[in-house]
């Protein structure tokens, strides 16, 4: 089947860049598409379905970055493990959804990831970023580069 | 004629249960029951509650930005609005006819859209229920359980949408946001390492569109009266055709039957849409109730989308599909079929269609050609017209003389199919819920037909969806008596006060 060779690094982000603070995630790719990460790969879309499960073959690690209504502000970041929750039944997936779909699909265990929740407030169509959503953004940008310069984040709850 | 159990006589005496929000559908939509003290359903509605008009959003806005910008209307269906307005901006810019090469990589992406959109709700939304029936555990009746009980199913469905998705990518240029389609034409045509990559694998993806076929039809045959009388509903039936009456979902003229399968206009130019259809209002719902104008608002209600599609098609020009929709017809013993459940079989027989439609444009020279774009005059008026997985999808622009949007119109598939979701759950309501005790199995049989339209409320509304479902009785004096609320865990929780 379809298949590219996968970078070992995963930084998924998904968001709508039209409904106010939803855009969180698909503005971080921009910001990360300017860095020159070596080993990673940037993906984003307007949601997270089941085909993205095939996204995550031959990683060796995953971070999911979106937008959040109730994460500490500016960001949270949480180790995911897989989970049956109810979002399978939706058009939209969890990222713990979706790793359970991975491990259901190929039967194996999908690699260690993490989400980070970065903090919105406005989610009407056509509004920009909020400002105070910008400010959580460059925040969480600035992590991110520090993560993906070092070791795995540890486990934070 | 709408039910009678649209408005009751007295509500005001009556108990009123709200589903709220509706659980795989997108968006945020609710159903309202009013059951009277011996439990009889009397008023039933699916209600949309948040609206954000998509006019303000585009207007104001240049028109070759629109059909970039009209993606980000919604998540699901972003393929069908860049179509639908890049087909509108064609007349914008004066252009009648698209060369060879851009309509045939606009075909491309649209069947690439339709079969992963088509997928994802077969194997991921509705499966659970047709596989494990309508009253199966909560917990089981998701995708998880389509994996642990049928791996191969759910491991096609994921790989389905997968192709979908790169048929689309290719195509459009990107995964999300794509540029494909421009007004006049396309902006690429594909190279051959990005045809061969697509041919790798389409004899597999049209063999498991035979199989998704042949699931439905055994699924359906074996409770045929159950399936064939759930949520079934009389009614018009709306789509597009091709010029020799083909099955065709990128272009063609409106053709609209009724019950019968007897004609109320064929072949219509769908730039005279709003001579022929007109959008009703209610006082309870945000969402408007398109009509044939000349049947009127109480008669003239109508389906669109898959069941249509092959109920008014005279045929398909592939074998296979074809195969498949006189199977389909002789269902209908003589008429069109009109089982809601019959969405899906119709749903799957498009998807083998555009399984197999791919599978012939990939062998097409014009998809590597060079000619990308034809443009005329600057027109003020431009209208487009899809299929989209849906449904039938209008877009209609009004330009200022710098091409300025100063008008929008948009009719979504959804809206189209308005009327008919509130009936499918007024016939459900009172054939299953009548006069007993409301539980979750029986609500989510009103779930169930609404499923079957595979509404994008999302589309309609502009809403975020919202997950949790809610149950909540209220009595005459407004008063809360019961809540059922599905949590995020898809736990059920009774909370009496």
Known sequence: ?157 | MPSNLETADNPKKLERVVIEPLTRVEGHGKVTLLQDEDLHIKQARLHIVEFRGFEKFIQGRPYWELPVLVQRLCGICPVSHHLAAAKACDMLVGTTQLTATAEKIRRLMHYGQTLQSHALHFFHLCSPDLLFGFDDEVRHRNIVGVIEDSPEIAKQGVLLRKYGQEVIRVTAGKRVHGTGAIPGGVNKSLSQEEIRYLQKDIDQIVQWGQDAVELIKRIFFEQLDYHMAFAAIDTNMLGLVGANGEFDIYHGGLRARDAQGGSIFDHVDYTRYSDYLREGVKNWSYMKFPYIEALGEDAGWYRVGPLARVNNCDYFSTPLAEEQRRLFKEAGHGRPVQASLAFHWARLIELLYCAEAIRELLLDPDLGGTDLLNKGQLQGTGIGVIEAPRGTLFHHYEIDDDGIVNRANLIVSTTNNNQAMNESIRQVAGMYLDGKQLTEPLLNQIEVAIRAYDPCLSCATHAMGKMPLEVVLVNEQNEVVDRLEKRITGDIQRTCP
């Open chain 1, 1 to 157: 089947m379809l298949q590219h060779p996968a970078k070992p690094e995963l930084v998924f982000t998904w968001g709508n860049p039209s409904r106010g603070d939803d855009g969180l995630g698909p503005a971080m790719y921009e910001l990360l598409l300017q860095e020159d990460l070596q080993g990673v790969d940037l993906l984003t879309d307007y949601q997270l379905q089941i085909e993205h499960a095939i996204d995550l073959e031959g990683r060796e690690h995953v971070l999911f970055v979106d937008a959040s209504i109730s994460a500490s502000a500016p960001f949270e970041l949480v180790r995911l493990r897989p989970e049956q929750d109810s979002s399978y039944t939706t058009h939209a997936m969890s990222p713990q959804a979706l790793l359970s779909v991975y491990q259901q699909v190929n039967d194996s265990t999908p690699p260690p990831a993490w989400l980070l929740s970065i903090r919105g407030y406005d989610f009407g169509l056509g509004e920009p970023l909020s400002a105070e959503a910008n400010g959580n953004l460059l925040a969480a940008f600035n992590h991110i580069k520090t993560l993906l310069g070092s070791e795995r984040p540890a486990e934070q709850t």
